[in-house]
């Protein structure tokens, strides 16, 4: 069976930080790109950082660069999300996402984790 499990969310302090993890299983992790998006109230969902299957190249939204990193771990199944230097506007449900690498209608979400960025 297919599972996308985040964790790690949680209330924080603007400048604070935070490390989201997603746990995969029921799939072939390695051939997956892995994606982190995210949805605050009101707002579309938004891409955050994407990596590629085996880890060489990443991408991040405008909004996110030089303060996130993503990361993933294949012997593991887990993708990382190291959260710094947080805002107020980083508020948002966080969602992992798997892609196949080659056929991409295979696509699979987790249930997200909540982020909460207030002093």
């Known amino acids: 069976q297919v599972q996308l499990v985040e964790s790690g969310g949680g209330l924080v302090q603007p400048g604070g930080s935070l490390r989201l993890s997603c746990a995969a299983s029921?799939?072939?992790?390695?051939?997956?790109?892995m994606s982190w998006y995210r949805q605050a109230p009101g707002k579309e969902r938004e891409l955050v950082a994407a990596?590629?299957?085996?880890?060489?190249?990443?991408n991040y939204a405008d909004s996110v660069k030089g303060r996130f990193t993503i990361s993933r771990d294949n012997a593991q199944n887990t993708v990382y999300l190291q959260m710094n230097g947080l805002k107020p506007e980083d508020t948002a449900v966080y969602y992992c996402?798997?892609?196949?690498?080659?056929?991409?209608?295979?696509?699979?979400w987790g249930q997200g984790t909540q982020v909460t960025v207030s002093s």
């Open positions: 990596i590629t299957s085996v880890g060489g190249s990443t």
């Open positions: 996402n798997a892609r196949h690498r080659f056929v991409q209608s295979n696509n699979y």
């Open positions: 029921g799939f072939f992790f390695s051939m997956y790109v």
